[in-house]
């Protein structure tokens, strides 16, 4: 389970245009049907909307199928407002998270419920980089998260061995990244080797129209991009008390997306991208998050 520092300060909740229940179901089913109603069954047109009920249902014209705007998406089943759920979807891209203690405080739910919320959009923008190929210019890096090059030595007592890519701009800065963990037994610390590069590029990379470079030693790695691993593991530090291994890879990729998404532009592109993932991404269950790894580590190549 996660923690948080006490000390951290949140700026005030605003969550722009969305200050309704209504401006939130709203959001959804124009993110749900962008050019209109279409009925998942049987692909008519026409519809009959059904308001008797918090969130509206939609019955098929033709063959009277009835569906919800949260159907498919990371808030079906949900019994939260979805005025909450937007709240906490705007206090996750705050520069460094939110952790399953403060949210539970500010939007007055409980820890699980946090935990919960904050997990399932994990869970999307895990799945949705999943899809995302690195393409161009990609640098491969085999890494270490937790350790400090300047002095040489583990900070962590969980350090993790990690392979790290990503495309690179015009200047040479990493642009799209993800950091994806190795396999390795708890008293081991590694780096990845080669088969376990050559994994990472297989899964991760659109290798027709890309020009990889991997960089497998210590001190020949690509600098830019050691630097992005170094700044997520000081970002995760400086919001979450402890981060299990069991976990660990959908905190990495929550500040990977996180960190694309805030280059793509300001803070209405950035919420309007994370709402758009959550809507196409279906949910996933709390038994289910207990039950397996989310977005396993790298297997390295046989």
Request: charge should be positive; proline fraction near 6%; hydrophobic fraction near 40%.
């Amino acid at each position: 389970m996660e923690g948080g520092h006490p000390e951290t300060i949140l700026p005030p909740l605003n969550c722009c245009r969305y200050t309704s229940e209504q401006d939130c179901v709203e959001a959804l089913i124009a993110l749900k049907w962008p050019n209109g109603y279409i009925c998942p069954r049987c692909a008519h047109p026409h519809c009959s909307r059904l308001t008797t009920r918090r969130i509206p249902l939609f019955e098929c014209g033709k063959c009277a199928y009835q569906t919800s705007p949260l159907v498919g998406t990371i808030f079906e089943g949900t019994h939260l407002p979805l005025l909450k759920w937007f709240q906490a979807m705007e206090l996750f891209l705050l520069p460094d998270g939110i952790s399953a203690m403060r949210l539970s405080r500010v939007i007055h739910v409980t820890y699980k419920t946090a935990w919960l919320m904050l997990h399932k959009i994990r869970h999307a923008i895990g799945e949705f980089d999943t899809r995302e190929l690195l393409s161009g210019d990609v640098k491969v890096n085999s890494d270490l998260y937790g350790f400090d090059p300047s002095r040489g030595q583990l900070l962590y007592s969980r350090s993790s061995a990690v392979v790290a890519g990503c495309t690179v701009t015009d200047a040479g800065e990493p642009e799209h990244v993800k950091i994806q963990l190795v396999p390795q037994n708890r008293r081991e610390i590694r780096r990845a080797n080669r088969r376990e590069l050559a994994a990472f590029i297989t899964e991760n990379v659109e290798i027709r129209t890309s020009e990889i470079q991997s960089f497998p030693i210590a001190y020949r790695l690509y600098t830019p991009l050691r630097k992005v691993v170094r700044e997520a593991w000081g970002s995760l530090r400086s919001t979450y008390v402890a981060l299990g291994r069991k976990y660990l890879q959908a905190y990495l990729n929550e500040y990977t997306v996180r960190r694309r998404l805030r280059l793509s532009g300001g803070k209405a592109t950035m919420s309007h991208k994370l709402l758009c993932i959550c809507v196409a991404i279906p949910t996933i269950s709390y038994h289910q998050l207990i039950a397996r790894i989310p977005n396993p580590p790298l297997v390295a190549a046989a």
